[in-house]
């Protein structure tokens, strides 16, 4: 196969090549490095490209496929990685000027997996300030490849955007609000946030430590599983990754979902719901019911209070991991982090107790509801493929904040699995996507759906035209 045509192969499927020879990772890596230098200069997706040190680690995985030692689906792959994950030697600016001369001495937990497992990092992608909701005023967002004018997504967004241009097979994201979830649906891939706890979070930066989730973002849920495989699992080095057994996500992927009960609150994820969410969501719960799975109707808890929630308790925690740096150096932040700290600041301790408990409550009743269904079908998000001149208005609306984490931040003050699917497209080209939502540390049961989805459906395999 001519190295012109690898860029849109799944993750997988150019593992497999590789793995049997019948590509060279090495030839691979300088494919997707031409792309990178070809396209990025328009799209904005990578903060810092390790081109050498990729080329390196490709030739190091063409010897040991060469041996015969092959590692797993990731080795010799390239992919990329969301900025705030710590590479040994590389700029780790987390999206802002203070940090823009930091090298870190060490690998983040995940990039030593998959760097164990033999995959080839091409370099650092770019995201918003901090890992909050905007692009710190001197650095050129991500654009989105199927159309300028529509949102990228946040955090991270330079993982959507370099995952769905073809510039890597696969990428890491974040996410604390929905950073996972928004630029996966805006790009049109696949992501997976795993439950809180599955994945180590050391030699990442913070944003906020109890909702921060690092998770896969690729072509499809199959992939997802690949990566997840490998940077899952407990460490050490961060005594919050819980003790449990990995399993290997791609075993029994069958194609059918019988014995799967689907749970869907119609009247929330249709409320104030565009009709392009709607439809999508719609259709993706046709699909898996005509793939064996039982649809229910459920009353999803009432999340207006965690939501509203989600903001001074994320500023909390980011005043925390900010501590050092702000407000001394309040000058060299943007305005969108500089007031979320300041509204974590302004909390009192009793504002804190209050919002701790109506998390757990919240958390129980959505653990509650999972003895009764094996996965909950939602939006990704209230309104389909924003335009970035709607999401300039996000401040002066806020319907639009409310819409915009109605099907998101929940699953962050939970810690619940989801896995985030392209479905369909809005009217004005831009894709759009629905969510499966599973119970704690079942991340193989939203694969496994994820995959079945996409066997019979194509919305993950179309492409942008660059």
Wanted: aromatic share 8%; net charge negative.
């Amino acid at each position: 196969m001519p190295t012109t045509d690898l860029h849109y192969l799944g993750l997988i499927e150019v593992g497999q090549q590789i793995q049997a020879k019948k590509l060279s990772p090495v030839e691979v890596t300088r494919a997707m490095l031409g792309r990178i230098e070809q396209f990025d200069g328009k799209l904005k997706s990578y903060a810092y490209v390790m081109g050498d040190a990729a080329l390196a680690q490709a030739a190091a995985a063409e010897k040991e496929i060469a041996s015969g030692k092959i590692k797993g689906p990731l080795h010799g792959v390239p992919i990329a990685v969301k900025d705030l994950c710590w590479v040994k030697g590389a700029p780790a600016a987390h999206g802002m000027t203070i940090h823009r001369d930091f090298r870190p001495s060490e690998d983040a937990t995940v990039v030593a997996r998959l760097k164990d497992a033999g995959a080839v990092i091409l370099g650092k992608l770019q995201q918003t300030e901090g890992a909050y909701a905007d692009h710190h005023p001197k650095i050129d967002p991500p654009k989105n490849p199927w159309n300028a004018d529509l949102w990228s997504g946040a955090s991270s967004s330079g993982s959507g955007v370099a995952t769905a241009a073809g510039l890597c097979f696969g990428s890491l994201g974040t996410d604390t609000g929905g950073s996972i979830r928004f630029p996966s649906a805006a790009n049109g891939i696949t992501g997976l946030k795993p439950t809180w706890g599955r994945v180590s979070r050391y030699g990442a930066f913070e944003l906020a430590a109890t909702l921060d989730h690092i998770g896969p973002m690729a072509r499809s849920a199959a992939d997802c599983g690949a990566i997840l495989a490998v940077i899952a699992g407990q460490d050490p080095k961060d005594t919050t990754s819980v003790p449990l057994s990995v399993p290997d996500y791609l075993a029994g992927l069958s194609g059918d979902l019988r014995g799967v009960t689907i749970g869907v609150d119609r009247r929330w994820t249709s409320e104030g719901t565009d009709e392009a969410a709607r439809k999508v969501l719609e259709e993706g719960l046709r699909v898996a019911a005509d793939l064996g799975a039982k649809i229910k109707e459920i009353i999803f808890p009432d999340p207006k209070a965690v939501i509203e929630d989600w903001f001074p308790l994320c500023g909390i925690e980011v005043a925390v991991a900010h501590e050092e740096t702000y407000p001394a150096r309040k000058d060299e932040y943007g305005p969108a982090l500089a007031g979320l700290l300041d509204l974590g600041r302004a909390q009192s301790g009793m504002d804190y107790q209050k919002i701790v408990l109506r998390r757990e409550a919240f958390r129980g009743a959505v653990r509650l509801l999972f003895e009764t269904v094996d996965l909950i079908a939602v939006p990704a998000q209230a309104f389909a493929a924003p335009t970035l001149a709607k999401m300039a208005a996000l401040g002066e609306d806020p319907s639009l904040i409310t819409g915009l984490l109605r099907f998101t931040c929940p699953f962050d003050m939970t810690g619940s699995p989801t896995v985030t699917l392209p479905g369909g497209f809005a009217p004005n080209g831009g894709p759009v996507a629905f969510q499966f939502v599973g119970r704690h540390f079942d991340e193989a049961s939203l694969v496994r759906a994820g995959d079945a989805f996409q066997r019979v459906t194509d919305w993950h395999k179309r492409h942008p035209a660059i």
